[in-house]
């Protein structure tokens, strides 16, 4: 390597050389310019249709078949169409995941798991419980994934639930808010992780969290993958306004649903600890709470990356039919992804690009402004 370098500097102390010199290095300047103007813009190789900026050199790993992560878990209680669709979805998007089996609980494994903290016997049942059977169980599958996590020793790991769906853009998506992310937390230029290592859970998939415009509490950039829309669909049918395909990262303030989120091998292993004696609010919530309250150093991606999927004809929450929660169960007529632009699933399925966004059924005169 010293001889090489040696013999390219020698000819620079020749005078006859000197110009010659200057104008090779000016030529090399103006064709890494070029290269790097030329550079900014990349088109996805997923079906050829959104422009995005050229990876960043800090975000290297984001976009591999984990997404920057150790592995992909998916939270699933077997073979159905959520798994199936999930496993084609990843496929199309050349993403690898796993599945971890889940242990067959019992009812009564449930019903300690669930049962209100610090109250006394109910006087009609054995427990007095703080949530449902349904939610008990969503509990149960997250925390196995998390066990799978603690067990094979991973450094960090994403997280998802078996309905989630993304952008066919994903790995792009990734490497935008991966320097984000780091930049955020200050985190050095070498890090185990391409967004960094300041964070214990990072919220990807969710329904909703107000963004927190404090000083140095966020970092925003143009993402040309995000739906053109300005309307933004929370969970049930409600809508907020948001300025159109600005990614926005964030501290976390208030998300809502565990669609999808990251974590590290230490955050796994508090969040195991803190939960397996069981809990008495739902997932979602408990996890907020440990965000906001320091337990967690939590950052979300605004909009998110992952949404649930809604099949036509399918129950729409597992949950909702353990629970009886009927309305929340019922089957959609159509199939769609909010707030997703290209969704993987649906364009898993079809030979043409597609946007299966649906439609909401609010008006838009009920609409919540809550950006800014």
Not at 46 to 60: E, G, H, R, T
Not at 84 to 94: D, H, S
Not at 135 to 145: D, I, K, P, Y
Not at 251 to 265: E, G, I, K, N, R
């Amino acid at each position: 390597m010293a001889a090489s370098q040696s013999s390219e500097l020698q000819p620079s102390i020749r005078k006859g050389n000197t110009l010659s010199i200057e104008h090779n290095r000016l030529a090399k300047v103006l064709t890494a310019v070029l290269i790097l103007i030329l550079s900014t813009i990349y088109v996805s190789p997923s079906l050829n249709v959104s422009w995005i900026p050229a990876a960043n050199p800090a975000a290297q790993g984001a976009d591999n078949a984990t997404l920057g992560f150790e592995r992909l878990v998916a939270v699933t209680t077997g073979p159905s169409w959520r798994l199936n669709g999930l496993q084609t979805a990843a496929t199309l998007t050349g993403l690898s995941l796993i599945a971890p089996r889940q242990p067959d609980w019992t009812q009564e494994e449930v019903d300690v798991f669930r049962q209100k903290k610090g109250q006394p016997q109910s006087p009609h049942a054995k427990y007095t419980y703080g949530i449902g059977p349904g939610q008990a169980r969503c509990w149960l599958g997250h925390l196995n994934a998390l066990r799978t996590v603690i067990q094979n020793g991973w450094a960090t790991a994403l997280i998802m639930e078996d309905d989630a769906d993304w952008d066919i853009n994903i790995k792009e998506q990734m490497q935008l808010v991966a320097p984000m992310l780091k930049d955020l937390t200050n985190a050095p230029g070498r890090s185990h992780s391409p967004y960094g290592d300041g964070w214990d859970l990072l919220w990807l998939g969710h329904s909703g969290d107000p963004i927190d415009f404090g000083e140095g509490r966020f970092r925003a950039a143009l993402d040309p993958t995000l739906p053109e829309s300005t309307i933004y669909r929370h969970v049930y049918g409600g809508r907020s306004y948001y300025p159109p395909q600005l990614r926005v990262v964030h501290h976390s303030v208030a998300p809502l649903c565990t669609f999808a989120y990251a974590v590290t091998q230490a955050a796994a292993l508090k969040m195991y600890a803190m939960s397996r004696g069981g809990q008495d609010d739902i997932i979602t919530m408990t996890l907020r709470r440990w965000c906001t309250t320091g337990q967690l150093r939590c950052l979300t991606v605004n909009p998110e990356l992952f949404h649930h999927h809604q099949k036509a004809g399918e129950v729409a929450s597992q949950i909702a039919v353990v629970e009886g929660w009927h309305g929340r169960a019922a089957a959609p007529v159509r199939t769609y992804t909010p707030n997703i632009r290209y969704s993987a699933r649906c364009n898993s399925n079809s030979t043409a690009l597609v946007s299966c966004q649906g439609e909401s059924t609010r008006p838009l005169g009920q609409t919540n402004q809550t950006w800014g």
